[in-house]
C-alpha cells in the first residue's frame, strides 16, 4: 500500500532536510557520557550514545534541542579512533581475553581474539599490539579486536622502551648484518694518516664519525687564519646503492638515541667498528679542507678529497673541558701534540663563536637532561649536562663543515639534502609583528619598530637575525617562548635555502653518515662530483621519508621520557617534594610547568589554582592566566611546584603550585 507512494517519500525528504546535522570528535568524560567537540561548538552525548562509540572516534550526528539544552544523536562513524592500538592484557572472570586500550581516556575493556601468528601464550598485563575489527556503527554489535604482535611481558622493566617503539612502529633491532663487508671505491683515496687527527666524544661513544685536525696559516712573519681538515667515516664505501643496508638506512634514516642504549641506523659492525674513527686504526673518510681567517670568517672555496685517515686520539668532552678551563686537578693530554691540537681548535672556536655572534645567531644555553639507569632499566638518577667549552669546539667545528659543504653542493651539484627553516610561519608573520611592537615599543621608537619588525623583513634572514639579537638581552623568558610558538618547522629540501634558526643562509649536513640518511646521500653526492659524474637529483620521496623519521624518532624520546619520569617521581609523592619550574605552557586546562633540576613536565589543574572557576580567564594569544582581571600567570614565569600525584599507568604527573 505505502510501496513507491510519492507522499510518503516526500514527508521522508522534508524530515531528512529539517534534521541538523554536525561533525565532531568524541571526548569521553569520566562518567557515562561525553561531549562531541565540532569546529563552532560542542554538544552533549548522553550515556545511550556513548555505549556506540569511544573517545576520539570522528562521528556524524544529529542534534536534538529540548528548550536550550542541547544533545547529539550519533547517526555515522566519520573515522575511528582505533585502529591498529596498543594494548595490555586482561582476562574477565569467564577466562576470556579482553583488551586495556593504552590510552588514558578510553577506560572499557575491548574483547579480542589473537591472531593465528602469536604463538606466545599471553599473560595479564601482557602489552600487545592489536587491530579494532568491528565497531558499532559499522553495523557490528558490540567493539572487538584482534591481537596481531605480541610485545613483552607486563613485568620486563625495559617495557617503555619496547612499548613505545612498538606504538610508532620503530624497529627495536639493528639492521641485520652482512657476512663480510668489501671497500667499494671509485676515487682514489689520499694518504693522511700521518695528520695528527683527534676525536671528542662521550666517553661510552662507539660510532665516531668526526676526527679533526687543525693548523695555524701563517703569512710573513705572522699568522693569517687557519686551516681546518674535517674527517668523517665514510660508510657509503660500504654499502653499494641498491644494497639492503642502504634499503634499511633509507627507512630507518636515523640511529635512534633512546636512554640507555641507542639502535643504529646501520649494522653494528659498521657504525662502531669499520667505520667508526677509533684511535690508531686507519679509516676511509671523506676529509674536507676548510680556510678561515683569525676573525673566523671563510676563505677561498672548500675542497673534498676521499682519504684515508688515522685518528691519534680519543678525547673526552669533560677530560678537554677541565683541561682548558684548568678546573682542579685537570686531565692533562699524554701527548704534546695533542696538547697543541686542542689549544688551536680552542682558539679557532672562539673566533668562530665571535663570528656567529655577530652573523648568524647562537644557541641559547638550555641544559640536557640525562638518565641514568640502573641494570634492570630503573632510573638512578636523572643529570643536567650543559655544552661546555669541548662540546662548542666540535659544535662549530661541525657548523662550519655543513655551510661549507651546502655552499659546494649548491654550487656543484645543484641538488642535496639542505636543512632549511623558513623562521615564523606565513599565517603567523602578521600576529608574531604585532606582538613584538605591543612587547617592545614605546612613543619614542614605535615608527622605527614597525619598519623594523615589518612582516616582509621578518621574513627574511637579515631581518629575523636581527629580530633575535634584539630580544637576546630581554629579562624574561616569556618573550622567547612566546615567539617560539610563531615559528614553523625546520624542513628538509633538495635546493639551497635559509635556515633561520641557526642564522645561516646555506646548510647541509654531511658530518653523521653513520647516524643520519640525509648526510649518506650527501656523501654520494660530494663523490660523483669529485668523479665529474651528474649528480643524481634527491627524490622528494626521501625528503618526505626524512621529515616522518625525524617526528617519529623525537615522538619515541619524548614518551619513553615520560614514562620515565613517572616511574622516577612516583616514590616523591608521599614525600610533597617540591621543585622550582618553569611553566612551559597555558591551556584552557592548567599550566604545565617544566621542572628545572631534571626536566620533568607536570601538570597544574586550573581547580588548584583558584576556587572559583568563573574568576578564571584563559588568554590564548599572550599564553597567559587571569583571576579576577589579573594577569596571574604566564609561559616563562618562574614557580615552584609541589608533586601531588603520579600516574604511572597514564604517565601522567600532577603538580600544585606552591603560593
Given amino acids: 500500500m505505502f510501496q513507491n507512494n510519492p507522499l510518503l517519500a516526500q514527508l521522508k525528504q522534508q524530515i531528512e532536510a529539517s534534521k541538523e546535522y554536525v561533525e565532531g570528535t568524541v571526548k569521553a568524560s569520566d562518567k557515562s557520557y561525553g561531549f562531541l567537540e565540532c569546529e563552532k561548538n560542542t554538544y552533549f552525548i548522553p ?43 586482561k582476562f574477565n572472570k569467564d577466562s576470556k581475553l579482553q583488551l586495556a586500550v593504552d590510552h588514558p581516556s578510553i577506560k572499557s575493556f575491548i574483547p579480542a581474539n589473537t591472531h593465528k601468528k602469536i604463538t606466545q601464550k599471553l599473560t595479564e598485563n601482557d602489552w600487545v599490539v592489536a587491530q579494532l575489527k568491528t565497531h558499532p556503527l559499522r553495523d557490528d554489535r558490540f567493539f572487538f579486536a584482534q591481537v596481531t604482535q605480541f610485545i613483552c611481558s607486563g613485568t620486563d622493566n625495559f617495557a617503555p622502551w619496547w612499548v613505545t617503539l612498538a606504538r610508532h612502529e620503530q624497529p627495536r633491532e ?17 694518504d693522511l694518516t700521518s695528520l695528527y687527527f683527534t676525536t671528542i666524544d662521550s666517553p661510552s661513544t662507539q660510532d665516531m664519525d668526526d676526527a679533526l685536525y687543525i693548523e695555524p696559516i701563517m703569512a710573513g712573519e705572522g699568522q693569517s687564519g687557519w686551516r681546518l681538515v674535517v674527517a668523517i667515516a665514510d660508510p657509503t664505501a660500504y654499502i653499494p646503492l641498491n644494497s639492503e643496508i ?81 678546573t682542579e686537578q685537570h686531565w692533562t693530554p699524554d701527548q704534546p701534540e695533542t696538547q697543541q691540537q686542542i689549544e688551536w681548535l680552542h682558539q679557532f672556536t672562539l673566533a668562530r663563536i665571535e ?30 649536562e650543559y655544552r661546555r667549552i669541548a662540546n662548542q669546539m666540535i659544535e662549530e667545528s661541525m657548523i662550519i663543515a655543513n655551510m661549507c659543504a651546502a655552499q659546494f653542493l649548491d654550487q656543484h651539484a645543484h ?43 621578518l621574513s627574511t634572514l637579515a631581518g629575523y637575525c636581527e629580530m633575535r639579537r634584539d630580544i637576546e638581552d630581554f629579562p624574561e623568558n616569556f618573550l622567547e617562548m612566546r615567539l617560539r610558538r610563531y615559528l614553523t618547522f625546520a624542513e628538509f629540501k633538495s635546493h639551497c635555502a635559509p635556515h633561520l634558526g641557526l642564522g645561516i643562509a646555506h ?27 651528474l649528480p643524481t637529483p634527491v627524490n622528494e620521496d626521501i625528503l618526505t621519508r626524512l621529515q616522518e623519521a ?22 616523591m609523592v608521599e614525600q610533597n617534594t617540591v621543585f622550582e619550574g618553569e611553566i612551559h605552557d597555558v591551556s584552557r586546562g592548567g599550566l604545565r610547568v617544566k621542572v628545572l633540576k631534571n626536566g620533568a613536565s607536570l601538570f597544574v589543574p586550573f581547580s588548584t589554582l583558584h576556587p572559583n572557576k568563573e574568576e578564571i580567564q584563559f ?41
Fill in 47 to 89: 550515556p545511550p550514545e556513548m555505549k556506540k562509540i569511544m573517545h576520539g572516534d570522528k562521528v556524524r550526528a544529529v542534534v536534538k534541542r529540548d528548550g536550550d539544552k542541547e544533545q547529539v544523536e550519533i547517526d555515522s562513524l566519520l573515522e575511528p579512533m582505533l585502529n591498529r592500538f596498543i594494548a595490555q592484557v
Fill in 355 to 384: 663570528w656567529r655572534r655577530q652573523n648568524a645567531l647562537l644557541f641559547k644555553e638550555q641544559g640536557d637532561y640525562t638518565f641514568e639507569l640502573n641494570e634492570d632499566g630503573s632510573v638512578k638518577d636523572i643529570q643536567v
Fill in 507 to 533: 646548510y647541509a649536513t654531511w658530518t653523521s653518515p653513520i647516524r643520519k640518511y640525509g648526510d649518506m646521500v650527501n656523501h654520494r653526492l660530494i663523490k660523483q662530483v669529485l668523479l665529474g659524474q
Fill in 246 to 326: 642502504e634499503k634499511a638506512a633509507r627507512q630507518r634514516c636515523f640511529t635512534n638515541y633512546l636512554p640507555g642504549f641507542n639502535i643504529p641506523m646501520l649494522p653494528r659492525e659498521l657504525s662502531d667498528e669499520l667505520c667508526s674513527l677509533v684511535p690508531n686504526k686507519k679509516r676511509p673518510a671523506l676529509v674536507s679542507y676548510i680556510e678561515t681567517d683569525l676573525a673566523g670568517n671563510v676563505t677561498g672555496d672548500t675542497s673534498f678529497v676521499s682519504a684515508w685517515i688515522e685518528s691519534k686520539a680519543k678525547l673526552a668532552y669533560n677530560d678537554v673541558s677541565d683541561f682548558i678551563e684548568k
Fill in 619 to 659: 588568554n590564548p594569544e599572550a599564553l597567559a592566566l587571569y583571576i579576577k582581571g589579573e594577569k596571574a600567570y604566564q609561559i616563562g614565569q618562574t614557580v615552584n611546584v609541589k608533586l601531588k600525584e603520579v600516574r604511572i599507568e597514564t604517565r601522567s604527573i600532577v603538580g600544585e603550585l606552591v603560593i
Fill in 550 to 571: 625525524r617526528k617519529q624518532n623525537r615522538l619515541v624520546e619524548r614518551d619513553i621520557a615520560d614514562w620515565l619520569y613517572a616511574r622516577y617521581l612516583a616514590p
Fill in 174 to 190: 639493528p639492521v641485520k648484518s652482512e657476512p663480510n663487508y668489501q671497500l667499494h671505491d671509485e676515487l682514489p683515496r689520499e
Fill in 415 to 457: 641538488t642535496g639534502v639542505f636543512n632549511t627553516h623558513s623562521g615564523f610561519d606565513q599565517k603567523n608573520l602578521e600576529p608574531a609583528r604585532k606582538f613584538l611592537l605591543d612587547t617592545l615599543a614605546n612613543e619614542q621608537n614605535q615608527a622605527e619598530l614597525a619598519a623594523r619588525y615589518s612582516v616582509e623583513r
